[in-house]
């Protein structure tokens, strides 16, 4: 009779830690593959999944301890963010500890915030010691990452503690913007692309996208540059463009929302159609509240968010939604160019699913909810 072998804490929380970053990277079936990789029966690895997200979830947020010999260290808020959302990660306690994550959809696996801090602790006195005042304490490196915001403008996270980008402030202020050469540029995106990307490159060559713009300007010619460029080039400029805008007018202003609809579009085509969807729904969201659920916009972004919904395989979820926008588009709008253009969408997805009957599910994604009929 075969004995039954047991598995200490570290390889349980290791295996856990490893499904978490293949659920973050996209993987299929990811308990199967780690399973795989480890030499683990894959129903053993499943419960070790499912009672840490059952204890993460039944344990209440314990309090830290008050002896400031054991108080842990964290970094300013606001200043690590994620590598794959881009949104800022907190710190909470959990089973594990005190740990730094993402809000949902993000599936990132979380990362030791003692590990975060004293990585980051070691950059600062690496690089500016005299910051910090107690240089022979034992825990110094986890002092030193509370003064991290007055030498570093970000951090983005990877998968691991250590998988940390520094970005550091630009050495140079931005350059203030020519008299004219923003609407110049403006003129000629349509007409002489590579002739207006030259200029918008120009008006932004001082500037550092990791940061956020305290000018109109720059955040305007950023959002002008990113759909003249493509990958992560675009990404970049365009994300720095909404971050912007959203600091400078508010998330619901109407440059904020053409913003988020180039960021939308970058992301989609680099392939990132989880992002571009997340960003369309929030999108909508904003539109349904400022313009109207049947506004124009509104419509148009629903159609867009089925399409994206179709790119990551819900087929029949994309046809619903985008049945339904026809319809409350057609009533709304009558005789509207938009939908024509809707329906042609419409015709090709009905085709598609005709001569891909077997095509595979896409990832997992939160629904919309349909707007009923007024």
């Not at 550091?168 to 349509?190: N, S």
């Not at 490159?201 to 109109?216: K, V, W, Y």
């Not at 609809?261 to 159609?273: C, P, S």
């Amino acid at each position: 009779m075969a004995t039954r072998r047991t598995y200490t804490s570290d390889v349980i929380t290791n295996a856990i830690h490893q499904v978490e970053a293949a659920r973050a990277a996209g993987r299929r079936g990811p308990i199967s593959a780690v399973a795989r990789e480890l030499h683990l029966d894959r129903r053993l690895l499943q419960t070790w999944v499912t009672k840490a997200r059952t204890h993460a979830t039944a344990t209440p947020p314990t309090t830290p301890p008050t002896s400031s010999d054991v108080d842990p260290v964290l970094l300013p808020d606001g200043l690590l963010h994620c590598r794959f959302c881009r949104h800022p990660m907190t710190a909470v306690f959990t089973w594990a500890g005190l740990v730094y994550d993402c809000p949902p959809p993000c599936r990132r696996p979380v990362l030791n915030a003692t590990a975060v801090a004293n990585a980051v602790g070691l950059v600062v006195l690496r690089h500016a010691a005299h910051l910090v005042p107690a240089l022979t304490h034992p825990r110094a490196a986890s002092i030193a990452a509370g003064h991290a915001h007055r030498l570093i403008t970000r951090i983005t996270a990877g998968i691991h503690p250590t998988d940390l980008r520094i970005t550091w402030p630009t050495t140079r202020p931005p350059q203030p913007v020519p008299l004219g050469h923003l609407d110049l540029a403006r003129k000629l995106t349509g007409t002489h692309p590579q002739r207006a990307r030259t200029i918008l490159r120009n008006i932004l060559a001082s500037i550092d996208p990791t940061t956020t713009a305290t000018e109109t300007a720059h955040a305007d010619a950023a959002h002008l540059l990113a759909p003249l460029l493509q990958g992560e080039a675009a990404i970049r400029w365009a994300d720095y463009a909404h971050r912007s805008l959203t600091h400078l007018h508010g998330p619901t202003h109407p440059d904020t929302l053409a913003a988020a609809h180039t960021l939308a579009t970058a992301h989609r085509q680099a392939g990132h159609h989880q992002r571009a969807y997340q960003l369309l729904r929030e999108l909508a969201d904003h539109l349904a509240a400022t313009a109207g659920p049947d506004a124009h916009p509104t419509l148009a972004v629903r159609a867009t968010t089925a399409l994206v919904l179709h790119d990551l395989g819900h087929h029949h979820a994309a046809h619903t939604l985008l049945t339904d926008t026809i319809d409350r588009h057609r009533h709304a709008h009558p005789g509207h160019p938009a939908t024509a253009r809707m329906t042609e969408h419409l015709d090709r997805l009905r085709h598609h699913h005709t001569t891909h009957p077997d095509s595979s599910p896409g990832a997992a994604v939160n629904l919309p909810t349909p707007v009923a009929q007024p």
